[in-house]
């Protein structure tokens, strides 16, 4: 099994508890994302210490206000980092009102840039800018691989399926409250498919009492797996394969 998407730095116990448990249960990779200069360091760090754990650096839309070259340069170098596998999370966010939308928005173009020059994939966040985050992707992401983390927009799947990109749900496919995205993790093609816990957040429903980390992966992969009338045997050999494929990672 995998985490396509996890934030090992924001998760309460220390990395190799987290990885020892992730292990335990079967997960044998995963990508921890950096949102921020020192978070993209901290994600790296965990990278070189633990052989399941690849990084993902970038600057997410809420810590964009500022990003310039001299922010591009940093993050150009640190992609450049053996392990780190992807560029992001990046992306445009409305729901919360921590940085500027110009800024947001060169931050994510630029982003989408070094993803292309660095052949590697892209990670998005999107929340309340959907239409927008669609909109830019078309404009500005030719050529790039680009990863629907957290997928969380069904009315949208249709176009995003158009699009060829990837879908990684968490946690939150798994809440009675959303049926909708339940419905939509059983329709994506299965070569673009992929479950992460975005730990510490979205714990899944059948743990959602606990802090979320990446051992819990395997909860929302077992609801994919039924969703889409799978063993989850199948569904782990499905996603571990793409996710080898996508980030390189054996």
């Not at 959602?208 to 199948?234: C, G, I, M, S």
């Amino acid at each position: 099994m995998i985490d396509s998407h996890t934030h090992l730095d924001s998760c309460a116990p220390d990395n190799a508890e987290l990885v020892a448990a992730a292990r335990e249960a079967g997960v044998a990779r995963m990508l921890t994302v950096g949102t921020d200069e020192a978070s993209n360091r901290s994600a790296l760090l965990a990278a070189e210490a633990f052989p399941e754990v690849f990084a993902a650096v970038g600057r997410h839309p809420n810590n964009a206000q500022g990003f310039g070259d001299a922010e591009l340069a940093d993050l150009a170098e640190l992609a450049r980092h053996p392990r780190c596998r992807a560029i992001g999370e990046t992306g445009l966010d409305d729901f919360r009102d921590y940085c500027p939308r110009p800024d947001q928005e060169h931050a994510f173009r630029a982003q989408i840039d070094l993803a292309r020059d660095v052949g590697k994939p892209l990670v998005i966040h999107t929340r309340a800018a959907e239409d927008d985050t669609i909109r830019m992707l078309r404009e500005h992401a030719a050529g790039v691989t680009v990863i629907l983390h957290c997928f969380s927009m069904p009315d949208h799947v249709d176009a995003c399926i158009a699009e060829d990109w990837w879908f990684s749900f968490a946690g939150n496919v798994t809440y009675p409250k959303n049926a909708d995205l339940a419905r939509a993790a059983a329709k994506v093609p299965a070569d673009r498919l992929l479950v992460e816990t975005d730990a510490p957040y979205l714990t899944p429903q059948a743990v959602r009492k606990h802090r979320n980390q990446p051992a819990f992966v395997a909860h929302t992969a077992r609801f994919v797996a039924e969703l889409r009338d799978l063993p989850y045997d199948d569904l782990d050999a499905l996603v571990t394969a793409n996710a080898a494929g996508l980030f390189g990672w054996g």
